[in-house]
């Protein structure tokens, strides 16, 4: 049967092609990956000894609102009772109070 020859010799040359292909394919992906990861480091190298990006500053202190709490001069204090915070607190504004400092003022 020479079609059925055809047939295997057509089959068996695309699976040599097809597994060779994985191969090369698999190849250039890791060659990628080592070009990313070479030129990744040398340009992370190059700001590294560029210098060191300056600190931001913080923000001001925030005013406080009309018949407001305003906020303590040291950051231990809690701005309600102005001694040393006890059981610090954090409220959703993201100031620290005295748990029952805040607890009393949100009563009220």
Not at 68 to 73: K, L, S, V
Request: charged share 15%.
């Amino acid at each position: 049967n020479p079609l059925r020859a055809l047939a295997r010799l057509i089959f068996s040359g695309w699976n040599g092609i097809n597994d060779n292909f994985k191969m090369c394919l698999l190849g250039l992906v890791v060659f990628v990956k080592l070009a990313d990861w070479w030129y990744s480091t040398e340009s992370s190298a190059e700001s590294a000894t560029a210098g060191a990006v300056p600190a931001i500053p913080p923000p001001s202190r925030p005013l406080p609102a009309e018949g407001g709490i305003p906020a303590p001069m040291s950051r231990e204090e809690c701005a309600i009772c102005n001694r040393t915070r006890t059981n610090p607190t954090a409220a959703t504004s993201g100031y620290v109070y005295c748990y029952p400092c805040i607890f009393r003022h949100v009563q009220d």
